[in-house]
């Protein structure tokens, strides 16, 4: 079966090559454009297939508790800088774009926010 999915994904990243060279402005054009992105889609997920489907996985180890370590300054310090970075690039966004603009940098840039929120939380909890 992984053999199959490399040979046919190989085939349709194939086709997609092929179908770019017909990509213009026109009805044909687009439907080879389609014809493109849909082939290089599934011939990269069918290649993915067939070269990681049959990762060895290590076998599970018997479950000990993890000493549990108290965070460090510098966490706290990587954790102020994400915050600080955050800031910045919204407010520059804010004073160059307008306020649109940075309300979605900001959403983009939510899991940088939480994960720095996060940091300096637990390092300010456990003062």
């Given at each position: 079966m992984r053999r199959?999915?490399?040979v046919a994904g190989a085939a349709l990243i194939v086709i997609a090559f092929a179908a770019a060279t017909r990509v213009a402005d026109t009805r044909d054009g687009l439907i080879a454009e389609v014809v493109t992105l849909m082939a290089g889609l599934a011939g990269v997920?069918?290649?993915?297939?067939?070269?990681?489907?049959?990762?060895?996985?290590?076998?599970?180890r018997p479950s000990t508790p993890a000493?549990?370590?108290?965070?460090?300054?510098?966490e706290f310090t990587i954790g102020a800088a994400g915050l600080g970075l955050a800031?910045?690039?919204?407010?520059?966004?804010?004073?160059?774009?307008?306020?649109?603009?940075?309300?979605?940098g900001s959403v983009m840039l939510l899991p940088m926010i939480a994960g720095s929120a996060?940091?300096?939380?637990r390092f300010l909890r456990t003062r």
């Amino acid at each position: 079966m992984r053999r199959l999915s490399l040979v046919a994904g190989a085939a349709l990243i194939v086709i997609a090559f092929a179908a770019a060279t017909r990509v213009a402005d026109t009805r044909d054009g687009l439907i080879a454009e389609v014809v493109t992105l849909m082939a290089g889609l599934a011939g990269v997920s069918l290649l993915l297939y067939g070269l990681l489907a049959g990762a060895a996985r290590p076998a599970p180890r018997p479950s000990t508790p993890a000493p549990v370590r108290a965070p460090s300054s510098k966490e706290f310090t990587i954790g102020a800088a994400g915050l600080g970075l955050a800031v910045l690039l919204i407010s520059g966004l804010a004073i160059s774009a307008g306020w649109q603009w940075a309300a979605l940098g900001s959403v983009m840039l939510l899991p940088m926010i939480a994960g720095s929120a996060f940091l300096c939380g637990r390092f300010l909890r456990t003062r």
